[in-house]
């Protein structure tokens, strides 16, 4: 089996503004790739599907030039590379060498769409941006153990979940091709981005320049060891989480024993956030036999924090095998070795005692309320499977402040204030065509999380008249009055209902800052 050749030398961000223009002027952009290749052939790509774009790029604009070349990693003529970008330029920097009157490029340059509509560029190893990085072991090569990623599902995930708020500084921890730094840099001051393997920050230092993004402070090394005792208002990091029999590649595997690495990761970095300051991470971790996979989360997570896990998906440990085996191309090789090192994995997981692999997201938030013994710390840990809207930063940081919300107000205080329907929530009735009354009432999101929660026919009422003008207390008694019900009883037992309406989003608290303003709700209308 061959493996992937890793250039000696990465190119150089000496002229990337100039580079960067000529990218602009062609189209080379999310958008203009949409335009140029149509909808079936970029979804083809992402699918490692090249084909269909090479039979859309067989004309010589300067675009289709730029797309095969930088994007599929085909050859093009000396004189169509000179008429789509400053060629003496990048043969000097190293973007792309000539080659027997051809020219090719040396890394791959993915157009990446900025939330905010900005036009950025990941540069990463060749092959490993072509789909979104889907894997680097693919076409029969096998990966090389310091291979630098693309942009992939993951790393827009976590762009995703992230809390945008103007900070201070932010840490990107495990960098690889600076994606987060990228995003990070649009709100945060100082950006910090380390990574065990150098490759990646110079890679992180390319896509910084070629997106016209502000410098990082780039650091060398594992975990937290390179930024010593400092302390940052944003941590995010997409870590090696793969957890493997110790195969060595850089980019997934965390070089610890199953899921030590996201715990050490996560129980590290309490100590290392500022008094409000967010830590978001993507993570694996084991299902262990005897031991309930949600206390084991609970465990990571750090004194003087607050926290929020999802897990997303469940592997056995066969598919989760099988999985990182076809990433890293093991399964083009010989059948033997692949079936040995098959064993090797199963090996390890029965060793642990290890039936299945969680996937999903962790976000701690330091509270000095907690960490001081005031509060309680709020710990969720929660499974959600299904489809969500990103991005989900605004969503995240409401949960924490609807958590602090309900920490702050017992009963007798829930029923006092007053609150709004959070928007686009409908309701849905579930019984028996023709029947007179619904069996149960299901009040479900169309944003963020999209959750759907069943309530009765009190809960139901009291939702729907919640605008923010009446207290809890009122509404209650109003309803109690036209059912023929105790308000007493009603008022008694309905805050635990309000309760968990709230804390999922379903209600909005009107603050002060937000009697004036319905917007202001609860912190987020998201």
């Not at 699918?47 to 790029?57: I, Q």
């Not at 996560?266 to 008094?275: F, I, K, S, T, W």
């Not at 897990?311 to 085996?325: G, H, K, S």
């Not at 990433?327 to 997981?349: C, I, M, N, Q, T």
Request: net charge negative; charged share 25%.
């Amino acid at each position: 089996m061959s493996t992937t050749s890793l250039p000696s030398a990465l190119p150089v961000p000496a002229h990337a503004a100039r580079l960067r223009e000529a990218l602009l002027a062609a189209d080379f952009t999310a958008d203009g790739l949409l335009d140029l290749l149509g909808a079936p052939a970029y979804a083809a790509l992402a699918r490692s599907e090249t084909v269909p774009a090479l039979r859309a790029t067989r004309g010589d604009t300067p675009l289709e030039t730029l797309v095969r070349l930088f994007l599929l990693q085909e050859p093009v003529e000396d004189g169509r590379a000179a008429a789509a970008l400053p060629l003496d330029e990048a043969l000097a920097d190293g973007w792309v060498v000539r080659e027997d009157g051809t020219v090719r490029a040396t890394v791959d340059v993915r157009p990446y769409g900025g939330p905010d509509g900005e036009d950025w560029f990941i540069v990463s190893d060749l092959g490993c941006a072509v789909g979104g990085a889907g894997g680097s072991g693919r076409n029969g090569r096998q990966a090389d153990a310091a291979v630098v990623l693309g942009v992939g599902g993951a790393s827009t995930t976590l762009a995703g979940i992230t809390v945008r708020t103007p900070v201070s500084s932010a840490l990107d921890l495990g960098t690889g091709s600076g994606i987060q730094a990228l995003h990070a840099a649009q709100h945060a001051t100082l950006v910090t981005a380390t990574d065990l393997n150098p490759r990646a920050l110079d890679f992180t230092r390319l896509t910084l320049a070629l997106s016209g993004a502000r410098e990082a402070e780039l650091l060398t090394g594992s975990l937290f060891e390179p930024v010593d005792g400092d302390t940052y208002d944003l941590i995010v990091s997409n870590p090696p989480f793969v957890i493997s029999p110790g195969t060595g590649l850089t980019y997934r595997d965390g070089g610890m024993s199953g899921d030590d690495l996201c715990r050490t990761l996560v129980r590290q970095a309490g100590e290392r956030l500022n008094d409000g300051g967010y830590a978001q991470f993507l993570a694996n971790w084991q299902h262990v036999e005897g031991e309930e996979w949600q206390e084991r989360l609970r465990s990571w997570v750090p004194s003087g924090c607050d926290a929020w896990i999802v897990q997303r998906e469940v592997q056995d440990i066969t598919q989760y095998t099988e999985l990182w085996l076809r990433d890293s191309g093991d399964h083009h090789g010989d059948p033997e070795a692949y079936r040995a090192a098959y064993d090797r994995w199963l090996d390890a997981f029965e060793a642990g005692k290890t039936r299945a692999v969680g996937f999903g997201w962790i976000t701690l938030r330091r509270n000095e309320a907690v960490a001081s013994g005031a509060v309680e710390p709020s710990i969720v840990v929660e499974e959600w499977p299904h489809p969500v809207e990103q991005p989900l930063g605004p969503t995240v940081r409401a949960h924490f402040e609807r958590q602090d919300y309900l920490r702050g107000h017992d009963d007798a205080a829930l029923l006092a204030d007053r609150f709004t329907l959070a928007p686009e929530v409908v309701q849905e009735q579930v019984g028996l065509p023709g029947a007179e009354d619904p069996e149960h009432v299901v009040l479900r999101q169309n944003r963020g999380m999209r959750r759907a929660t069943r309530v009765d026919h009190v809960g139901a009422g009291f939702a729907g008249v919640c605008d923010g003008t009446l207290s809890a207390g009122r509404i209650l008694d109003a309803i109690g009055q036209l059912m023929g019900e105790d308000p007493v009883v009603l008022r008694d037992r309905t805050p635990q209902a309000i309760r968990l309406l709230v804390e999922e989003g379903f209600l909005l608290p009107v603050t002060e800052a937000s009697a004036d303003d319905p917007s202001a709700a609860g912190g987020s209308r998201a």
